[in-house]
């Protein structure tokens, strides 16, 4: 965690001024934070579908793929992926995308909303190594993306697509499918008031209330990076998925929770889609070796009768 953590202190050492963020913080922090190259490898996806055109997030995990939510990607006719660049976006097409076999909309809770998109061209950026772990469990994570922001009062108010970073802590892992952990949540605190701790850790009461960079995901951070450091290197643990609105004010507030679907789960599925077996078609000498084996079998056969 050093290494991640160094950087945030210089970020707060300096007054200034997608994700929804604390109220009393400055959203130049949060900024500035996602603008380090820890998360260079997190853009911003744009795709068409039958209702029009519409944003998520992504992360790089490999020169021609990037990783995402399954919603993202399942009824998409036409994908890009951007990266920022100190011009503008660098802007990479996307030739196909592949959604989890297992991903339903209508059951969030089931943990399967993950997909991959392939990039026609190589990206220009390091991809991210994958968590395979099994040790984030109220540990710090660094959750980044492109979504709405707004503040822990105000909900999600604006977007700007901008890039944003923040800190928050997992408070659980589970699904109601697959191995039953196979999401991560997290709860969004308020810096001093206890009533909105939604998901209680018991006497962890470091977790009651928020971290310095408190974020929570948001509209178009879905498919963004939930980031993990162990052992001083830094791993995609999560991508964002869904976000629970415990008050039912259909407006995303302190006191909401927001799950991540959990890398470390789908592992096999990633390396088997991005690099997978092929059966090697037999070549035109062996097909006549078998054919020849096969015409004198037939012979002998014969010859036998």
Request: with cysteine.
């Amino acid at each position: 965690m050093k290494r991640v953590l160094s950087v945030l202190l210089a970020i707060l050492s300096f007054p200034a001024f997608a994700g929804l963020i604390r109220h009393d913080t400055p959203d130049s922090l949060y900024t500035e934070f996602a603008a380090n190259p820890l998360f260079s490898a997190v853009g911003l996806i744009q795709f068409e579908t039958s209702a029009g055109a519409d944003a998520c997030s992504g992360t790089v995990i490999h020169k021609n793929w990037v990783l995402t939510a399954a919603h993202c990607v399942s009824d998409s006719s036409a994908m890009t992926f951007s990266l920022p660049t100190a011009s503008g976006l660098q802007v990479y097409n996307a030739d196909s995308w592949i959604a989890h076999e297992n991903f339903s909309s209508v059951s969030v809770y089931g943990g399967w909303d993950l997909g991959l998109m392939h990039i026609t061209s190589d990206i220009d950026v390091a991809p991210v190594a994958l968590y395979s772990g099994s040790s984030e469990l109220f540990k710090t994570v660094y959750s980044v993306g492109y979504g709405w922001t707004g503040t822990g009062y105000t909900g999600a108010d604006t977007y700007d697509a901008l890039r944003r970073a923040g800190t928050n802590s997992i408070d659980a892992i589970f699904s109601t499918e697959g191995n039953g952990q196979q999401i991560l949540f997290a709860d969004f605190d308020h810096p001093d008031d206890r009533s909105y701790n939604a998901l209680s850790l018991g006497d962890r009461e470091t977790d009651d209330f928020a971290t310095t960079l408190e974020i929570m995901a948001s509209y178009g951070d879905s498919g963004g990076g939930l980031f993990f450091e162990d052992n001083g290197k830094l791993y995609l643990a999560g991508v964002h998925s869904f976000v629970d609105d415990r008050d039912g004010d259909a407006s995303w507030r302190y006191g909401d929770v927001f799950g991540s679907t959990r890398v470390s789960s789908f592992i096999d599925w990633i390396s088997n889609k991005i690099n997978p077996v092929v059966v090697p078609e037999p070549s035109a000498l062996w097909l006549m070796l078998m054919g020849l084996i096969i015409l004198g079998w037939q012979r002998a056969t014969l010859k036998g009768n």
